[in-house]
């Protein structure tokens, strides 16, 4: 992932200075970049730093970022998308080229931030969603899981990674055939290995089963992190639903569609 320092320079080659109390706002995400691998956007807006409305220049935002890259630590960060925020965790320089939002929007922006609840940093996990071509999505927390380590298997059926589960027990299963002594070293090898790269098996089992790397967010839990997918893209389905159904508005939209074909038929005759 790019580490390169985010380009945010005038026309003279100027550093950019915050006419205040604008927000910085994203302009441009290259396709290898950091703020690419965090699914931010073009025209995402940085509202608030732990949960502090966020009026700082660029190049303060930028050593802030290089802050956490040197101390190991991350920022708690408030992006604000259309008309939804949400939270994130951003670990070092973006490796993007930032702007600042004009005041109209900016105005916009704090009227609606002081509607939005934002808890302490503590409170919060990173969590992964990923979303298939049916719009079905599977999210998973990215912490460390105690339970991968001591009982993958459990681990696994929480996640619903069946295919991998049955690899694991079919291993079990040989090395128990074998001797137990070989049992207990396979168990003790896949427990390690899960501890590892735990959060890895489960992105890549999601690739595995076409479902691509969509959005990452902060959130205090799945529930919380699920809303969050629904406001981004309102038909959004889970298996196991904290937010219900999406609204089925179908036949309500291809009313629309049709309405707006008839309209612009009509104004075509009359021009």
């Known amino acids: 992932m790019a580490e390169t320092p985010d380009q945010n320079l005038d026309d003279l080659g100027a550093p950019r200075v915050a006419p205040s109390p604008v927000f910085i706002e994203i302009k441009s995400v290259p396709l290898r970049s950091n703020a690419r691998d965090m699914r931010l956007r073009d025209g995402d807006v940085i509202v608030a730093v732990d949960g502090v409305a966020c009026h700082l220049d660029i190049a303060e935002f930028e050593d802030l970022l290089l802050d956490a890259l040197d101390d190991e630590t991350s920022v708690f960060v408030t992006i604000g998308r259309e008309n939804m925020f949400f939270e994130i965790f951003l670990t070092g320089p973006l490796g993007l080229t930032l702007d600042y939002t004009d005041a109209q929007r900016a105005a916009d922006i704090t009227e609606r931030f002081a509607n939005h609840s934002v808890g302490p940093k503590e409170q919060y996990q990173t969590y992964e969603a990923l979303r298939d071509v049916h719009r079905h999505v599977t999210i998973y927390n990215t912490e460390y899981s105690g339970l991968a380590t001591i009982c ?106 049709r309405r707006a074909a008839r309209a612009a038929r009509v104004a075509q005759k009359a021009a």
């Open 152 to 257: 993958p298997p459990l681990w696994l059926i929480q996640h619903r990674a069946l295919e991998p589960l049955a690899a694991v027990i079919a291993a079990y299963a040989a090395a128990a055939a074998v001797h137990w002594v070989l049992f207990f070293i396979t168990v003790f090898l896949i427990g390690a290995y899960f501890h590892k790269i735990q959060f890895r098996i489960i992105r890549n089992y999601n690739i595995f089963t076409e479902h691509f790397y969509w959005v990452v967010c902060a959130a205090r839990s799945v529930a919380e992190a699920q809303k969050i997918c629904r406001e981004i893209d309102p038909k959004c389905v889970f298996s196991f639903s904290y937010v219900g159904p999406p609204e089925d508005n179908e036949v309500e939209d291809k009313k629309a569609t």
